[in-house]
């Protein structure tokens, strides 16, 4: 039986064992979760085993556990190593879900349930892709190690870790990452570029208690009224922010990158359609792909204070506070970015109240050397396996790609997008061509 039989002969059998992996809430950031995160460690080190892989580890970390594993049989061929995460989202809103989050459904020929695109879905093609290739070959054509953590939703502290302490052992010539998304639908596709990530909460104060304001309202600052004024002084009308040299250090696009970003097989109605809104909305100047995927932004991710429970309380609130984000692009410095950004608010914010601005997360943007023969390879395999040309595009990511760089150092990472579909297991088992190179 050939690659392409076996895998086919086994579709239902892969399936099923997929609903499985998706059956288990492995939510990272609840800790009622925390078995189901020990449960989906245990299965995820099982199947690499079954898989044939070695020298297989679940490493107990400062929050979730990380699995490892290695075939390490093929002498003088390129080592690869595989990273995907095993932990979910909280699934809630739960009302908003047509069948339930962890029971996997099949709909329309789509099939629903948490993790199913990010990143059970993947890993689990990864894994049988590997087994499909050692039944059928006999052995792993090439050296792999493989790395699977569970705190990928909730920043990745411990893969850090992890890293620090195994770089000799994670040394590799390739490293792909198989958790970014396709441009669409049957379209496979390398993501090459990141755009970075500082993530902040700001927390204004006014009164120094909470007032009522039948008798206060009229004569205090309500802090919710300032922090709406706030961030709606951060963009101008064109959708540009306004913080003074934000985009100062922004990397200018070539005419090429320009030209391949138009040319990409990518429909502004699909774009559209997945978006849902009335009409879109941008920085203006730059085309949809552009303002995707070479454009820094800054959007409002979160705003509360005061009273959102059931009823009614005249309340103003002493404080209001608000999570939000920018994206950020090759050039410019996170660090930078946040002093510009601080100062910036300083000067919007009245006087009559104070405020705190913490910075929770920052991830750097990052470009691959998409020349390098390696993506070529990469290029090649998804042709095969999915009969199109894959197509090379930017995302958003970048933290864990920080962390994936170091373990590897010189390696090249390649980014795979692979949205599960009935032809991913072929992809990824024609991945195997990569000791032709
Ligand atoms: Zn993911």
């Known amino acids: 039986m ?6 086919e002969s086994k579709r239902d ?37 079954a898989a044939g892989l070695e020298n297989i580890e679940i490493v107990p970390t400062k929050m979730h556990p990380l699995v490892y594993a290695e075939s390490l049989h093929a002498p ?32 329309g020929g789509n099939l629903y349930g948490r993790g199913t695109a990010d990143d059970k879905g993947q890993v689990h093609i990864h894994i049988r892709a590997l087994d499909a290739i050692r039944k059928t070959a006999g052995k792993l054509p090439i050296n792999l190690k493989v790395m699977v953590e569970g705190e990928e939703e909730v920043g990745s502290v411990s893969l850090w870790d992890f890293v620090i302490a195994n770089k000799p052992r994670l040394k590799a010539d390739a490293l792909v990452v198989s958790d970014t998304g396709m441009l669409a639908r049957g379209v496979p596709s390398i993501t090459y570029a990141l755009r970075g990530l500082n993530y902040y909460q700001i927390e204004i104060t006014g009164p ?8 206060f309202g009229g004569a205090v600052p309500n802090p919710i009224t300032i922090l709406c004024e706030l961030f709606a002084k951060l963009h101008d009308s064109n959708f540009r922010v306004t913080v003074p040299g934000f985009y100062d250090d922004v990397a200018k696009l070539s005419k090429a990158e320009r030209k391949t970003l138009s040319d990409l097989p990518w429909k502004v109605k699909e774009f559209r359609k997945n ?63 946040t002093r510009l950004l601080e100062r910036h608010i300083r000067k919007l914010l009245p006087k009559t109240v104070r405020f705190k601005l913490d910075v929770h997360s920052q991830g750097k943007a990052w470009v691959a050397p998409y020349t390098h023969p390696f993506f070529e390879v990469a290029h090649r395999a998804l042709e095969k396996g999915s009969r199109c040309r894959a197509s090379c595009l930017a995302s958003d990511c970048p933290t864990k790609t920080r962390t994936l760089r170091t373990s590897t150092s010189r390696s090249k990472i390649i980014l795979a997008g692979s949205r599960p579909s009935r032809n991913s297991t072929k992809v990824w088992a024609a991945c195997s061509e990569l000791p032709h190179i």
């Open 76 to 107: 003088g061929k390129p080592t690869v190593l595989f990273y995907g995460h095993y932990d979910v989202q909280p699934a809630e809103p739960l009302d908003l879900w047509t069948s339930p989050a962890f029971e996997p459904t099949i709909r």
């Open 275 to 337: 978006v849902g809104a009335p009409g879109l909305m941008g920085e203006k100047g730059f085309s949809i792909g552009e303002q995707l995927w070479t454009r820094p932004t800054l959007e409002l991710n979160g705003i509360w204070g005061g009273y959102t429970g059931e009823g009614s309380k005249t309340v103003i609130p002493s404080k209001a506070y608000a999570k939000f984000s920018t994206r950020l692009v090759p050039n410019q410095n996170q660090d930078k970015i």
């Open 2 to 7: 050939n690659l392409t039989e076996y895998i």
């Open 13 to 49: 059998e892969h399936l099923n064992d997929l609903f499985e992996f998706l059956r288990i809430p492995s939510v990272s950031a609840q800790s009622e979760h925390k078995p189901d995160i020990e449960r989906a460690a245990k299965w995820v080190a099982d199947r690499l085993g």
């Open 208 to 215: 120094a208690q909470d007032l009522h304001s039948g008798i």
